[in-house]
């Protein structure tokens, strides 16, 4: 069966920033949205990991804004309790997460949907999943950019202008301590440990043991990216506890995170990619930066233009 491309919904690919920004903003604006994620979560490296009744923000430690829009939508996510006050900058509560949850709120969404490729249909678009086939009138993809290829095809000319966006993988342990904490944050980007901080401090955190997160150097990152997660936890914990003056008999939990696309360093430099029909988007914050803010921004972008040339 055709069907029309006014009939069909727009899907986005990916449940990050960029990706729930878009449809929020699309949704918004009266017109039927669909995102899809492979993962069993939202928000990409805007996420939270529970474990030991404690909440670990091991991608994203804290946003800020910029801009004036930016900044509306975090205003908006504060009132609502997605969103708090920390340390370095805005935090979501009770988990980094919840900034996500917040954009998405209501969206219709499917998760563990892997998408497999695109093809035309008529004016409009089927998105193939492993089992299933749906109907697109447009087509938002955010993945990173390494994996773009895949679903559009590697002979696309859109995956031509993706050769370089470059990024840094990012190793981060979690761990739960029992003892004092000597800092709530500590930055060092010479050292194995770039950035640690104490989850425990956020707003809204549960209590107990103290909340270690702590994220690696590119080099280290770069140099151990292969390892099993365990041989990572077991790389890194020792590093930490030198930094806390702990011992190993004070740690009740510890487990680490491949971000193997951990943060963009070099980016596209325009805040979305659109074919010549005008009805597929690239977009993420690989087109303008590492910021919550830049991935805001590209998702923003992708919906006014959208709304723009598509309008009814």
Sequence with gaps: MTHKPDTAPAIVIGAGITGLTAARRLADAGRAVLVLDKGRGIGG??????????????????????????????????????VGGWQTGLVGTPGMSALAKGIGAGLSMRQEALVTGLSREGEGWRVHLEDEVLPASHVICTVPTPQVAGIIGADHPLAARLTDVAYAPNLTLMAAIDGPAPFITARDEIADLAWIAQDSTKPDRPQGPVAWVAQASTAFSETHLELDKEAIADLMLPL?????????????????????????????????????????????????????????????????????????
């Design 45 to 82: 490296r805007v996420a939270t990991r529970r474990a030991m009744g404690l909440h670990f923000d091991h991608g994203a430690q804290y946003v800020s804004a910029k801009g004036a829009g930016f900044a509306a939508v975090l205003g908006t996510l504060a009132a609502s309790g997605h």
């Design 240 to 312: 930490l506890l030198d930094r806390l003056g702990a011992q190993m008999a004070q740690v009740r939990y510890a487990a680490a995170h491949r971000w193997r696309y951990g943060q963009v360093t070099q980016a596209l430099g325009e805040p979305f990619l659109r074919d010549e029909t005008g009805t597929l988007y690239l977009g993420g914050d690989w087109c303008l930066g590492p910021k919550v803010e830049d991935a805001w921004t590209s998702g923003t972008a992708i919906a006014d233009d959208l709304l723009a040339h598509h309008a009814g």
